[in-house]
């Protein structure tokens, strides 16, 4: 079954705690992305990737890290979160047409 | 540049009433893709249709039936005989031919059925 994995699924932190949210999908899809969900804005893209060692950035990358040393994972790292990233969290994988999210993770920084 | 509109910020109906949820687009690109995706309180995104842009015709799954109309760059979503099952969150989204990485959300509306 295709599919995008994400963990954790909860996540409740402090602020200035390094944290990383995992990423993998099974399609052999080149890419990958990540958006966060805040209320009334809809999913913004926080970075992509287009293959193993390549990535760039989206709309909101500032505070977030990514890397892609394999081509089925695609971790989200905060290296020092804040509570503006308090959020809902969807890695996602693409092909033309059509998208695959994972289930999101929602994350609170105190 | 590419932009999705959800006009309706929060829309309540009564269980076995019709609802459309407005969606207006942006985009530059000839070959382009359109999504409505539901989002129950649970959080997950479920996929219910795509469109592309060179398919016009009106589609009808059960209850719910999709609109899109080109000439205003409008792809609206009708859910008829409305059920409490199906208040949730509901996003429009974008995506282009020759950049189908990025996908573009309207901010979404909100539907509550009350029973």
């Known amino acids: 079954e295709a599919q995008v994995t994400q963990n954790p699924r909860y996540l409740i932190t402090v602020t200035g705690k390094k944290l990383t949210v995992t990423c993998s999908q099974n399609m052999n899809h080149e890419y990958m992305s990540w958006y966060r969900q805040d209320p009334g804005l809809g999913l913004r893209q926080i970075y992509y990737?287009?293959?193993?060692?390549?990535?760039d950035k989206g709309d909101v990358p500032e505070g977030y890290k990514v890397s892609r040393k394999e081509k089925r994972n695609f971790p989200l790292i905060l290296e020092s979160p804040s509570p503006n990233q308090t959020s809902l969290y969807f890695c996602?994988?693409?092909?033309?047409?059509?998208?695959?999210f994972g289930p999101g993770t929602r994350l609170t920084v105190l | 540049a590419q932009k999705v509109t959800q006009a309706q910020t929060e829309i309540s109906v009564v269980e076995k009433e019709d609802v459309t949820l407005d969606c207006v687009y942006e985009?530059?690109?000839?070959?382009?893709?359109l999504f409505w995706y539901k989002q129950p309180p649970s959080g997950e995104l479920v996929f219910l249709i795509r469109?592309?842009?060179?398919?016009?015709q009106n589609e009808i799954s059960g209850r719910y039936s999709w609109n899109f109309q080109k000439s205003t760059s409008s792809f609206n979503f009708t859910i008829t005989a409305s059920q409490v099952v199906d208040s949730a969150v509901y996003f429009c989204?974008?995506?282009?031919?020759?950049?189908?990485?990025?996908?573009?959300f309207g901010s979404g509306t909100k539907l509550n059925v009350k029973p």
């Open positions: 996602a994988s693409p092909r033309p047409g059509e998208q695959f």
């Open positions: 469109r592309n842009s060179f398919d016009e």
């Open positions: 985009t530059r690109d000839t070959t382009y893709y």
């Open positions: 990737s287009m293959n193993v060692e390549v990535t």
């Open positions: 989204a974008l995506s282009e031919e020759y950049n189908f990485n990025k996908f573009y």
